[in-house]
T-cell receptor
Framework: EAAVTQSPRNKVAVTGGKVTLSCNQT?????MYWYRQDTGHGLRLIHY???????EKGDIPDGYKASRPSQENFSLILELATPSQTSVYFC?????????????FGPGTRLTVL | GDSVTQTEGPVTVSESESLIINCTYS????????LFWYVRYPGEGLQLLLK?????QKGSSRGFEATYNKETTSFHLQKASVQESDSAVYYC???????????FGQGTKLSIKP
């Protein structure tokens, strides 16, 4: 069964600080995704990746960078965190690039920026 | 644009009663939309509940079912008799992009009264 883990699970950061959220998957999936989920909104795509070394902008990339150093790991980086980035972040992976591929999600990281 | 709208939560249903969570979609840039229901139990990541990739077909899982209706652009989730263990947040999602991206509804929090 697909296993996607995220760290940390909870994070409190200060405005202007740098935050790195990490995601690891053990199913050798090519595609990985970062979403944020806010009350009243569905999950919104921030960045995604087709494989090691690749990152692509999603629907709301401003203020975020992504890094995919290996097949297993995909990080989301907030260089200068702002209170508007307070949210729950989900990482997901999928096995193929096709439209039918099921996405497997991590448990989420709750980020609070003060 | 492409979007998903679902029943505004929270929703409370008594155990053994029937449930319907409405989902409608707009897929202006997707030639062949795929539709999904994901569920998030407390403390866990999202997991796929069911998916339907062909219009007119019905998907079912764990007593839940949803029919992909292209005419009404709907994909409502139904269950005849809910259980306390069904308490969770349910997300309707639209796919069909080459990159495997999904567009999510805002989520519907379901609570079951014993």
């Amino acid at each position: 069964e697909a296993a996607v883990t995220q760290s940390p699970r909870n994070k409190v950061a200060v405005t202007g600080g740098k935050v790195t959220l990490s995601c690891n998957q053990t199913n050798n999936h090519n595609n990985m995704y970062w979403y944020r989920q806010d009350t009243g909104h569905g999950l919104r795509l921030i960045h995604y990746s087709y494989g090691a070394g690749s990152t692509e902008k999603g629907d709301i990339p401003d203020g975020y960078k992504a890094s995919r150093p290996s097949q297993e790991n995909f990080s989301l980086i907030l260089e200068l965190a702002t209170p508007s980035q307070t949210s729950v972040y989900f990482c997901a992976s999928a096995g193929t690039g096709g439209a039918y591929a099921e996405q497997f999600f991590g448990p989420g990281t709750r980020l609070t920026v003060l | 644009g492409d979007s998903v709208t679902q029943t505004e939560g929270p929703v409370t249903v008594s155990e053994s009663e029937s449930l319907i969570i409405n989902c409608t979609y707009s897929a202006t840039s997707i030639a062949y939309p795929n539709l999904f229901w994901y569920v998030r139990y407390p403390g866990e990541g999202l997991q796929l509940l069911l998916k339907v990739i062909t219009a007119g077909q019905k998907g079912s899982s764990r007593g839940f079912e949803a029919t992909y209706n292209k005419e009404t652009t709907s994909f409502h989730l139904q269950k005849a008799s809910v259980q306390e263990s069904d308490s969770a947040v349910y997300y309707c999602a639209l796919g069909g992009y080459n990159q495997g991206k999904l567009i999510f509804g805002q989520g519907t929090k379901l609570s079951i009264k014993p």
